[in-house]
């Protein structure tokens, strides 16, 4: 079995598990962190006077305290994840991430101070709308420019009219 990395076909690249999937995982390993921290050792050290006379109930009663506090560890997240809506939070904070990927601008921070966030936001914005009035504003100017040449070739246009009527007027007398 070598790793060739040739263009062959492989085993499907895995998506990134999805934040629902990271907090189980992540409430998962709490608790089997938990568990190991609450040892039968440390419980049996605890209660040494009843682990000496009783090992197998010892080992029962501990067994039984694990699994309640386990299942109603997970009972109390669960009721936490229905309350917040968390899965669909997940979810949707998912698909805000994937969709967050192609956009080329870095996306905002506050910093703060509100003058400054509000100076950051506004003058991207300013410095657009100024560059889009800059570009109107030559095209109107551009239309102006023509509008006013054509003017003044009407007023030329005119005033060889009216000296070709007089010229006219002239040889008609």
């Known amino acids: 079995a070598g790793g060739g990395g040739g263009p062959g076909p492989g085993p499907p690249v895995a998506a990134a598990p999805g934040r629902a999937q990271v907090f189980t995982t992540v409430v998962d390993t709490f608790l ?4 190991a921290a609450g040892s039968y050792q440390r419980f049996a050290n605890c209660y040494r006077c009843f682990y000496k006379l009783q090992p197998e109930m010892t080992r029962s009663i501990y067994d039984q305290f ?3 506090l386990q299942s109603s560890i997970k009972e109390e997240i669960q009721e936490v994840k229905d309350e917040g809506n968390l899965e669909v939070l997940f979810n949707s904070l998912d698909k805000i991430v ?3 990927k192609n956009r080329e601008e870095p996306a905002w921070r506050p910093s703060g101070i509100p003058e400054e966030d509000v100076r950051s936001a506004m003058v991207p914005y300013l410095l657009k709308h100024r560059s889009y009035l800059r570009k109107v504003l030559k095209e109107k100017e551009e239309e102006n420019r023509k509008v006013a040449e ?7 246009r005119i005033a060889e009219l009216q000296q070709l009527i007089q010229a006219r007027k002239h040889a008609w007398q």
């Open 32 to 35: 089997e962190k938990l568990a």
């Open 66 to 68: 694990i699994s309640q």
């Open 98 to 100: 994937e969709e967050a």
């Open 150 to 156: 054509s003017v003044l070739a009407g007023r030329d």
